[in-house]
């Protein structure tokens, strides 16, 4: 999803939550808005990924740190492990994984401005 949507980071009772909220490709082939196609539950797979929350409760751990949240990846339909540090103004990265740290990848997130409304949900 690299460089592929933005998303709103938002406060979700004291953890940090982020929704998708622009797409590079907000459609199908078809000219259809792009679905979750892949989620395990069967009656998800029809909603819209724009507006989908797919980083949830990320707990605060210290200063510019937070830990134990979940990111929901669309392509597989699996959900990962997260945690995140604040790298710099504006520059967030997060560690993805699904049992151990060491063994996960990490993302960037960078603050974007809104400069258009092509793809925005």
């Known amino acids: 999803m690299d460089n592929q949507v933005a998303l709103q980071v938002y ?7 982020g929704r998708v909220v622009w797409m590079l490709r907000p459609r199908n082939k078809a000219g259809q808005p792009d ?3 892949k989620n ?11 507006g989908t929350t797919v980083l949830k409760d990320l707990q605060p751990d210290g200063a510019g740190r937070w830990k134990d949240g ?13 945690r ?13 994984y699904r049992i151990v740290p060491l063994l996960g990848t990490n993302k960037t997130l960078r603050r974007v401005p809104h400069l258009s409304t092509d793809g925005w949900c």
Not at 11 to 17: E, K, L, N, Q
């Open 11 to 17: 406060d979700c009772g004291g953890r940090v939550c």
């Open 40 to 50: 395990p539950n069967p009656a998800l797979r029809q909603r819209k990924l724009c």
């Open 84 to 96: 995140a540090k604040l790298a710099a103004p504006g520059k967030l990265v997060a560690r993805i």
């Open 70 to 82: 979940t990111f929901y990846n669309p392509r597989d339909g699996k959900s990962y492990k997260v």
């Open 35 to 37: 679905t979750d196609a």
